[in-house]
């Protein structure tokens, strides 16, 4: 059976419609970009490159040399070049004060920190320290949830989305990822039920879980250059994923045109996770 005519001006006729920059107007804060070759970085690019204002921070004044001419390439007004340590009382506090300050409102939160210290991540996980276990998921994954609870009502206002980064050592057990496999794990459980939470208020929570990406802080892990090689050998692309390119993805996930998704792990690995 025929189709049923078309009034000629509806608008399902009509070329769809996508700006240039489909995330201008949008202010969006990255919080972990260690270096230039930081995941945090290049998705801090991207959201840039689609047209969103950016406020991010730096760790201390020691860190604040490899990120502060970043800062500069992004275009981020100095006001919003702010210290954060997570583990120092207040100051995740002072970053959303200054976005208030500044902006009123938020609609993009990027959570891309992970720390584990060096004995427990090398160690076995049945032989994590209690302080090493208490380190790792603080600064890890409840750093998330107390951005998440600070931005809220920023976000609140017109509606947003929030993504952390994440590994496929959360959901499979990778040699010599240690206890930085559970806290993983325990992030992306977070970042659910945090969607759950948010998502009436209009604000999305996503994980993004990129392969292995040669940076400052995955350096730390034991055999890391193995890890490169047998995911390049096993993943269908036979390929590694790069900062650029996470960023992308993460920025069009970002776009309201795509605000339907919340809630989940988006692999971003060359389809590494499929493989048996």
Avoid at 112 to 133: E, K, N, Q, Y
Avoid at 149 to 160: D, H, I, R, T
Wanted: glycine residues 10%; hydrophobic residues 45%.
């Amino acid at each position: 059976m025929a189709d049923p005519q078309i009034d000629p001006n509806d608008p399902i006729l009509q070329p769809l419609q996508i700006p240039e920059k489909p995330l201008a107007g949008h202010k969006a804060l990255v919080v972990g970009i260690a270096n230039k070759d930081s995941i945090a970085y290049g998705i801090a690019r991207a959201l840039r490159a689609f047209g969103a204002d950016l406020a991010i921070t730096y760790l201390n004044e020691k860190s604040k040399p490899y990120t502060q001419q970043l800062a500069e390439a992004l275009g981020v007004a100095p006001a919003l070049y702010l210290p954060c340590d997570v583990r120092e009382h207040g100051q995740v506090g002072n970053v959303i004060a200054a976005i208030e300050r500044e902006w009123g409102s938020l609609q993009v939160l990027v959570h891309s920190i992970a720390f584990s210290p060096r004995d427990d991540l090398h160690g076995r996980v049945t032989d994590c320290s209690l302080p090493g276990f208490l380190s790792t998921m603080e600064i890890s994954v409840w750093s998330l949830m107390h951005l998440a609870q600070l931005a809220e009502p920023l976000m609140a206002k017109s509606g947003g989305a929030i993504f952390t980064v994440s590994y496929f050592g959360g959901e499979k057990v990778v040699p010599h990822y240690g206890i930085m496999g559970p806290a993983k794990a325990a992030l992306e459980t977070a970042a659910k039920y945090m969607a759950a939470e948010l998502g009436p208020k209009g604000i999305r929570v996503n994980v993004v879980s990129p392969g292995p990406v040669l940076t400052r802080a995955a350096s730390g892990i034991s055999r890391f250059d193995e890890l490169l090689e047998k995911t390049k050998e096993r993943a269908p692309t036979n390929t590694l994923v790069t900062p650029d390119q996470v960023g992308v993805a993460t920025a069009v996930l970002a776009c309201d045109y795509l605000k339907i998704i919340t809630g989940e792990v988006l692999y971003m690995d060359g389809g590494y996770n499929i493989m048996g």
